[in-house]
């Protein structure tokens, strides 16, 4: 459908025709924004050359012995007696039989893993032994002094503690049941049986 618009002036006719109207897509290349996210890891590992210089110095001692026997020299005395006063042991006061509690904690529990790193190592080693001679000498010198001393003494002893713990008898109950007291409403504690 055409649609026709006539103007008209005082110097010029002017007619004017709009045509139907007319669309045209264009369709362009996609345009890309890219968002780049980088990442990396890295990974290391050691790896040692190690140089080492051990020294050993071993130390040897070298324990020699001899035994020398001179003569016995014999010196006869005799000694003045002695009388002692009497001796009276005294008893030791009796210790209380007595038993603490006790708590145990075991240790904590705690782990750890280190990864070794990798050891080149090249070891030169030196020994040493020094040897050093120690001669132990026995000199046996004999001396017999033969002496004679009268000793007068009275000993009195103190008196021995024995404990002794006998396994509890059940003896039963007196005056009555505990199941008559039970019946009667009374709390009823609960005793020992015997074995």
């Known amino acids: ?31 890309v924004h890219e968002h780049i996210h980088p990442v990396m890891k890295e990974e290391i590992q050691p790896v040692i050359y190690r140089e080492r210089e051990q020294l050993a110095v071993k130390q040897v001692t070298e324990r020699l012995h001899e035994t020398e026997i001179k003569p016995t020299l014999v010196e006869k005395r005799e000694l003045a007696a002695e009388v002692r006063e ?11 039989n007595y038993v603490a509690p006790t708590v145990d904690v075991d240790a904590t529990l705690r782990s750890q893993v280190v990864h070794a790193p990798i050891v080149n190592e ?15 000498k026995d000199i046996i010198q004999t001396t017999l002094i033969q002496e004679t001393k009268n000793i007068y003494e009275k000993v009195v002893e103190a008196p021995v ?13 007196k005056g009555g049941s ?18």
């Open 1 to 31: 459908m055409q649609a026709t618009n006539v103007q008209v002036t005082e110097a010029t006719i002017r007619t004017e025709t709009v045509a139907p109207l007319k669309t045209e897509v264009i369709q362009k290349e996609t345009v």
């Open 86 to 96: 009497v001796m009276v042991e005294k008893a030791a006061p009796i210790p209380v």
């Open 122 to 136: 090249v070891i030169k080693k030196t020994i040493i032994e020094e040897v050093q001679p120690v001669l132990e």
């Open 161 to 173: 503690l024995q404990r002794e713990l006998l396994v509890e008898r059940e003896l039963g109950v």
């Open 178 to 195: 505990m199941e008559a007291l039970a019946a009667q409403g009374f709390p009823v504690p609960v005793v020992h049986k015997a074995l």
